[in-house]
């Protein structure tokens, strides 16, 4: 099997991601990649490929068999980043493919945890489904928190280009501590928060699933409120000098 090139791997890469994805997820989709690639699968049929396995992994809660279902889980997540690998390698990124990929994953992730709650509610666990609904739902808000800001960042900070970044940084001699941090985990492709919300995901489905315990879907609630919550905190606060001008 032959090995995909750097240059063009770091093409079919997004710019970057998680420390799980980067460092255990992408690794091994690469010495595959070549082979995806002749096959001729196209972006969007990967897609609806990994919509299937939402509906087999709800299947499987549905059925009692969580411990299959939370294993399974952790295909859905290798599969949902193979189809944005193909379409920025092969620059056929679209409108519709990135609608049809959000669209079949939050419809799929929704079925999964009405399953995922119903299975836990069935081995002992109180409000398992509201639980378990009540996770999605967070979820998704999460994901809307996430997408706002990003399109109001550029608005509000006009002037961070990354040549203006990298210019910033020659000037100034003292990097701070967070600062200094994200230039390293940005040279390494990572974000600088190292996790985001398909970490949370794993912890609520795959190990909710696997030990048959609630106790990790709540655990992954926690933790997506906590981490949300702070890194609003953190991009309102550096911005905050702008919304008392808009103000006055």
Same mark, same amino acid.
């Given at each position: 099997m032959s090995r995909i090139k750097d240059e063009d791997w770091r093409r079919a890469c997004k710019k970057h991601d998680t420390l799980y994805t980067v460092c255990v997820i992408d690794p091994v989709i690469r010495i595959f990649f070549p082979a995806i690639?002749?096959?001729? =699968?196209?972006?969007?049929? =990967?897609?609806?490929?990994?919509?299937f396995n939402c509906m087999i992994i709800s299947a499987l809660f549905l059925s009692g068999h969580g411990m299959i279902a939370g294993f399974w889980f952790i295909s859905w997540y290798w599969i949902d980043c193979i189809d944005g690998k193909i379409a920025r390698y092969r620059e056929q990124a679209s409108y519709f493919g990135s609608w049809l990929d959000q669209t079949t994953d939050h419809i799929g992730m929704?079925?999964?945890?009405?399953?995922?709650?119903?299975?836990?509610?069935?081995q002992g666990a109180d409000y398992g489904v509201?639980?378990?609904l009540g996770f999605y739902s967070l979820w998704l808000l999460t994901l809307t928190n996430d997408l706002h800001l990003n399109r109001i960042r550029p608005i509000l900070d006009p002037g961070s280009s990354d040549s203006k970044s990298s210019q910033n940084k020659e000037e100034n001699k003292e990097e701070s501590f967070f600062a200094r941090w994200k230039r390293i985990t940005g040279e390494r492709r990572i974000i600088a928060t190292l996790v985001h919300d398909v970490e949370n995901l794993h912890v609520a489905v795959a190990l909710g699933g696997i030990f048959a315990e609630i106790r990790f879907v709540l655990l992954a609630t926690a933790i997506m409120v906590l981490q949300k919550s702070v890194s609003s905190m953190i991009f309102w606060k550096k911005r905050w000098h702008l919304v008392t001008q808009n103000a006055n």
């Amino acid at each position: 099997m032959s090995r995909i090139k750097d240059e063009d791997w770091r093409r079919a890469c997004k710019k970057h991601d998680t420390l799980y994805t980067v460092c255990v997820i992408d690794p091994v989709i690469r010495i595959f990649f070549p082979a995806i690639l002749k096959s001729g =699968v196209t972006p969007n049929q =990967v897609t609806l490929l990994n919509f299937f396995n939402c509906m087999i992994i709800s299947a499987l809660f549905l059925s009692g068999h969580g411990m299959i279902a939370g294993f399974w889980f952790i295909s859905w997540y290798w599969i949902d980043c193979i189809d944005g690998k193909i379409a920025r390698y092969r620059e056929q990124a679209s409108y519709f493919g990135s609608w049809l990929d959000q669209t079949t994953d939050h419809i799929g992730m929704g079925f999964i945890f009405l399953a995922e709650g119903y299975y836990l509610q069935s081995q002992g666990a109180d409000y398992g489904v509201l639980i378990g609904l009540g996770f999605y739902s967070l979820w998704l808000l999460t994901l809307t928190n996430d997408l706002h800001l990003n399109r109001i960042r550029p608005i509000l900070d006009p002037g961070s280009s990354d040549s203006k970044s990298s210019q910033n940084k020659e000037e100034n001699k003292e990097e701070s501590f967070f600062a200094r941090w994200k230039r390293i985990t940005g040279e390494r492709r990572i974000i600088a928060t190292l996790v985001h919300d398909v970490e949370n995901l794993h912890v609520a489905v795959a190990l909710g699933g696997i030990f048959a315990e609630i106790r990790f879907v709540l655990l992954a609630t926690a933790i997506m409120v906590l981490q949300k919550s702070v890194s609003s905190m953190i991009f309102w606060k550096k911005r905050w000098h702008l919304v008392t001008q808009n103000a006055n």
